[in-house]
């Protein structure tokens, strides 16, 4: 990386200028998940989907525009986005004091898009999420509006960081915490901390086998592409990773695993079951990974997961989830 890593006095920091703009959302116990494993681990989550906008995505947006000078943030901020990001954006813009115009695909839940607009954003729809990156580039030209990055760069990392703070003021160290992984801005930025506040937590990431990018590319030893996004996690559908952000999740996650869309609505449901809440795809993949791929190696540990967000209709809600 060309600039270094966040370290916590930086963190310290950026909490502090963001406090009032976002919440420091809770951890809990999760005895409903702890009975389902048969009482063989502990189990904590962080509640993001409580964040602002309802997602983690609020710290970066906001980090990245609060860093912007009075020229960039008078010509405006732009985004890609399949919901969560645009919604964060234009609530960063908002309270800001400047303007969004961001870019969403075709396949984006109604009521992100809403969601949107009602923090004033300009929407602009697009088939997929390769052609959204190429009409944002078009409207950096065009317009002179700033990219607020969904997941790259440091400012990202700072904003996703700050929930590490949190945890260290909430809880004792786990043994490994679990977080969804589509570009890697909040395994990166959370990581980072984590390995900072805690090194022997093992910070363990985990991706839809319909978007795989960053375990390509951290198998690969290099930032990796997927032609298409296959999955109904659609928050975790980056189509490639990226240098600065692919950098920090190789220096600070431990290992990956992947889950199907049939563990996902599994998660969805049992997280409703047993939790009483509805999350999005993206909030249940850390649990379809505690329930799934990762049951065996962490039973008997202490372990943390991360409930990243909750964007979601009933409509849509109910035609993902599976008892």
Not at 106 to 127: D, K, L, M, T, W
Not at 304 to 316: H, M, P, R, Y
Request: net charge negative.
């Amino acid at each position: 990386m060309s600039q270094s890593a966040p370290d916590l006095d930086e963190l310290a920091v950026l909490r502090e200028q963001l406090r009032g703009e976002i919440v420091c959302t809770p951890t809990i116990r999760c005895a409903g998940l702890e009975d389902q494993l048969g009482g063989s681990m502990r189990i904590y989550g962080k509640l993001e989907f409580l964040q602002r906008t309802g997602t983690f995505k609020a710290r970066g947006a906001l980090a990245t525009v609060r860093s912007l000078s009075e020229e960039q943030r008078k010509a405006g901020v732009t985004a890609v986005s399949a919901g969560n990001h645009a919604i964060a954006t234009a609530y960063a813009a908002r309270i800001s004091g400047t303007t969004a115009k961001v870019v969403m695909t075709a396949s984006a839940n109604p009521y992100r898009v809403a969601a949107s607009r009602g923090y004033g954003a300009e929407v602009v729809i697009v088939n997929d999420v390769h052609e959204a990156f190429r009409v944002a580039d078009k409207i950096q030209t065009d317009e002179g509006r700033y990219f607020v990055h969904p997941f790259e760069g440091r400012q990202v990392a700072l904003g996703t960081g700050t929930i590490g703070l949190e945890l260290a003021e909430q809880i004792e160290a786990p043994d490994a915490i679990l977080i969804a992984v589509g570009g890697g801005g909040l395994i990166g930025g959370l990581g980072n901390a984590i390995k900072q506040l805690w090194p022997r937590t093992e910070v363990i990431g985990v991706e839809p086998e319909g978007a795989d990018s960053m375990s390509r590319s951290l198998a690969a030893g290099k930032p990796e592409a997927i032609d298409a996004v296959r999955t109904i996690a659609d928050s975790l559908g980056a189509p490639y990773a990226c240098p600065w952000s692919f950098k920090l999740c190789q220096d600070n996650i431990d290992r990956m695993v992947l889950v199907s869309d049939e563990q996902l609505r599994g998660a969805m449901g049992l997280l409703f079951q047993h939790m009483k809440i509805a999350v999005e795809p993206a909030c249940a993949a850390t649990t379809a990974a505690l329930l799934g791929p990762l049951a065996e190696s962490l039973a008997g540990r202490r372990v943390l997961l991360v409930f990243c967000g909750s964007n979601i209709d009933w409509a849509t809600f109910r035609s993902q989830v599976r008892d």
